[in-house]
Structures are given as structure tokens and as C-alpha cells.
């Protein structure tokens, strides 16, 4: 099992342009989770999928949407580039049930110039 | 507002020695999730413990959940724990977890 996956590693962008990241997962989970991290404020909540066709708002969700396209693929959609969304990004899908552990994909480091 | 709070927010130590790291939370929680992230590496899962104590080689964590207060211990510590630990907590409702910032720790031989 892979768990999850995410595209591209590592993404440069001039302010303006458009860019998808993508995020898969092979764990059957129904929940997914697009967080970015900047250094000294932690892990904060863009987007999450409660299920397949639910998406909903998280903390910081201004300058992003998503896309639920099925239960493995999560995707996070930069429509105009602005060097404030200079981050690292992480996905993330987590089990159902009484205690939920989350399970995060390796990252993408974007730089937006 | 921080609904989670750890300290130390860096942490350096020597070879061998013993390392505690502090996660409080002032939010309801059904449990607590420990994360590690090595330098520019992803985030793996430590632990996750609604009650009592967790141990997993050298590392073990703690919860008092009426304390709200849970804490990540590291026996003998090596060069290779050098990562950041963070802590979230898993909430009653909902399904956003409540992270906090890290502690950064690097061990010196």
C-alpha cells in the first residue's frame, strides 16, 4: 500500500498563475484533509472531505478550491498564485471510528514569486 | 487563540539523555495524536492514546485527560530523534483536529 500520495514534490509559480495539487490515498478512508504548514504557526486547515461529494471550509480557505473527485482523490486548486500561499503543503485522510488517526502524504513545497 | 499549546517550542540535547516534551490542550478531546517530522520530510504517526500511557521502543507518551496535559517522553535519546514532535488533539465532534505549533528538537552527539 502506498497510503498517501501527492503531486508534484516541489512547484515554482509566478503570482498569477494557476496550479493543482494532487493527493491520493489507497486506505479506503471516507475523510481527507488539505492542511499547509508555515514555519512557527503549525499545521493549518484548508479544505476537508468528510466524505465522497462533501467538501467543506476549514481555517485558511481563502485563494483555494477543492475537488472530491472520487473516495481516493482529494485535490487543491490554486486559482491566482500570491507569494503569501508560499508553503508547504500536506494531505492527509484519516480512519473512521471511535479514535481517528490521521495519515499524511509526504508534502509539496510550493514557492510562489 | 491556541487550543494547543507545547513547550518546550525548542529543545536541544545531548547524546543519551532523557527528553520530555509537553503538549496542555484547553478544548474537549477524545484523545491525542503524537506526530513526528524529520527536516523536510513528511509527518508520520507516534502514538495515539485516549488514557494512561503508550510506549514504543524509547519513546513513550502520556495522557491525563482531566489534566488535559499529555507529554512525549524519549528514553536515551539518539542523533536520529532530532525531528519536530507535534501534538494534536482529536476532538469530541467535528473533524478538524486541533494541532499545535511543534517542538523542535535536535540531539548532539
Known sequence: NAGVTQTP?????KTGQSMTLQCAQDMNHNSMYWYRQDPG?????????ASEGTTDKGEVPNGYNVSRLNKREFSLRLESAAPSQTSVYFCASQTSGMYNE???GPGTRLTVL | KNEV???????TAQEGEFITINCSYSVGISA??????????????????????KKHGRLIATINIQEKHSSLHITASHPRDSAVYICAGIPNTGNQFY?????????IP
Open chain 1, 9 to 13: 514534490k516541489f512547484q515554482v509559480l
Open chain 1, 41 to 49: 504557526m503549525g499545521l493549518r486547515l484548508i479544505y476537508y472531505s
Open chain 1, 102 to 104: 490521521q495519515f499524511f
Open chain 2, 5 to 11: 499549546e507545547q513547550s518546550p517550542q525548542n529543545l
Open chain 2, 32 to 53: 491525542l495524536h503524537w506526530l513526528q517530522q524529520h527536516p523536510g520530510g513528511g509527518i508520520v504517526s507516534l502514538f495515539m492514546l485516549s488514557s494512561g500511557k
Open chain 2, 99 to 107: 494541532f499545535g505549533t511543534g517542538t523542535s528538537l535536535t540531539v
